[in-house]
């Protein structure tokens, strides 16, 4: 079933409508996480060209981007969304290629968040509209809805294609132009979608991808004063970096820093729907998923016969070769992510919590960075392991007795990034959702999204949405116009 024999071609920088070489001429090497093995060679940008490709998006914004009509914006990014489903099988392919997740989740779920976010965004191009305000009859007041100029945009690794579609799409519909650097882990769909947008006719500059290490391209980029906005999606110590360097040149900045989601089950809830997004709510893409349900909470009198299933259902899912459609547990993006997940399981049983399920490093033939899916039950909430971040395949589960306790051990926690919540009683669903701290808590189901629906933390989590009406407003700024009229 594996597919790592055709060759994928080497990836260059996408900078002012063109792929070049890094100006150092420095590559480094891409390799697929599920074998070890190189995928291919990629241009490694340096700070000359986080230079150069931040001019290109200053000429290019104050130039034909921003003299081009709504409309035409509108149909370029459209037809960008057109050409990533045209090209969905290709982009499938090297995201699992890249970041070793499933070819089920990257051909049947990212590629339709990808161009969900184009279609979705390019028709807001045409939608932005500013006010007209009454202060008095001597003046006409309005406001103009305006961009903010050149956008960095710093993408993780977990999500590398989907995260182009949350960051570069509104940030261009609204008229930015944008420079954005993936993680080095996984460059490949970026520079390829880098790629369609010109073929879309995205004028040059308009939208550059920057392969390169986070410490030379992405602080580089982070420092330059030719950047009005930086978004970043990433790590809490990285993002707070990113946030005291912005105050230098003051930078408007945006925030998504991972978290560790409460999924609340309530002993009244269906049961076996609970089971299910219990399960996909860690699972889904290998744990290294900024929202996971990584916490699960489970009330008191129903908790030990849930574990018992939750154990049967997560031992069933057998890493697989991620290139296989049947693979539902890929490999971890690295072997220092595979440590680290391996290492808090170690950190879990010295707590005292116990492994009912998984808990080991499974090879796919011999190779490959794959974690079982493991289940540390009997766990409080103050363990290390119930508190922070694990990003892998660990579901932490935690009792609780009645709606103020699975509340309070919800929001005891740094973060603040998503929560679930199942119960039949439609009452305590809405009440608990109003209590949660969380940017996003879903009620009877878990880990969906949408390009029309804000997304963001609250607490450690960050700051600033990605998605929707409110994303999109993070990428402009209102100017007030006073007109004399008498
Ligand atoms: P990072 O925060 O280091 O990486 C995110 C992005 O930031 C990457 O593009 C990275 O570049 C870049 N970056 C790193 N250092 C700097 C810097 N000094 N200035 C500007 N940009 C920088 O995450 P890690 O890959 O190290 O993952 C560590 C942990 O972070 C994970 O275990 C997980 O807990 C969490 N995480 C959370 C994510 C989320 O969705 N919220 C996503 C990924 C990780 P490069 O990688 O190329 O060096």
């Not at 089920?104 to 979705?120: L, T």
């Not at 579901?395 to 679930?420: C, K, R, S």
Request: charged share 20%.
């Amino acid at each position: 079933m594996s597919d790592t024999i055709a060759p994928v071609r080497p990836a260059r920088l996408i900078i002012n409508g063109e792929a070049v070489d890094a100006a150092s001429g420095r590559t480094f090497t891409t390799t697929n996480p599920a074998t070890g093995e190189p995928i291919t060679e990629v241009a490694e940008a340096g700070v000359e060209d986080v230079d150069r490709a931040v001019r290109a998006a200053r000429a290019a914004f104050e130039g034909p981007w921003s003299r081009m009509k709504a409309s035409d914006r509108q149909r370029l990014l459209t037809k960008l969304g057109d050409l990533v489903l045209e090209n969905a099988d290709e982009l499938a392919r090297l995201e699992t290629l890249d970041n070793g997740k499933p070819i089920f989740e990257s051909r049947q779920v990212d590629i339709g968040m990808v161009a969900g976010c184009f279609h979705y965004f390019a028709g807001w191009a045409t939608k932005l509209t500013g006010e007209t305000i009454p202060v008095s009859p001597a003046f006409f007041n309005y406001t103009l809805r305006e961009p903010v100029g050149v956008v960095g945009a710093i993408i993780p690794w977990n999500f590398p294609m989907i995260m182009v579609g949350w960051k570069a799409a509104p940030a261009l519909a609204a008229g930015n132009t944008v420079v954005l650097k993936p993680a080095a882990e996984t460059p490949l769909t970026a520079v390829r979608i880098g790629e369609l947008a010109l073929e879309a006719g995205l004028p040059p500059g308009v939208f550059n991808v920057l392969p390169g290490p986070g410490s030379v391209a992405g602080a580089a980029l982070v420092r330059h004063p030719g950047v009005d906005k930086l978004t970043f999606t990433g790590s809490t110590e990285v993002g707070r970096g990113i946030m005291h360097e912005c105050a230098n040149t003051l930078k408007k900045v945006t925030l998504e820093l991972g978290g560790k989601s409460p999924n609340i089950v309530f002993a009244d809830a269906d049961l076996d729907a609970a089971l299910r997004g219990a399960t996909t709510g860690i699972f889904y893409g290998k744990g290294e998923v900024c929202a996971a349900g990584s916490r699960l909470l489970v009330e008191r009198s129903i908790y030990d016969d849930f574990v018992a299933k939750l154990a049967e259902r997560a031992s069933k899912l057998v890493p697989m070769d991620p290139m296989d459609p049947k693979c539902r547990l890929g490999a971890l993006v690295n072997e220092k992510q595979m440590n680290t997940v391996l290492s808090y399981i170690e950190t879990g049983v010295k707590e005292g919590a116990t492994v009912v399920a998984g808990g080991k490093r499974a090879p796919v033939n011999g190779k490959g960075t794959f974690v079982q899916a493991t289940v540390l039950a009997n766990a409080t909430n103050a363990m290390r392991v119930a508190q922070e971040e694990i990003f892998g395949p660990v579901l932490t589960v935690i009792p609780f007795e009645g709606e103020d306790d699975a509340v309070a051990q919800a929001n005891d926690v740094f973060y603040g990034l998503a929560a679930g919540v199942w119960t039949k009683d439609v009452k305590k669903a809405h009440r608990v959702a109003r209590r949660l701290q969380a940017g996003t808590v879903w009620v009877n189901m878990y880990n969906f999204y949408d390009p029309a629906m804000p997304f963001g933390g609250v607490k450690g989590s960050g700051f600033g949405r990605d998605l929707g009406a409110e994303g999109l407003l993070g990428y402009t700024q209102t100017k007030s116009v006073w007109v004399s009229i008498e």
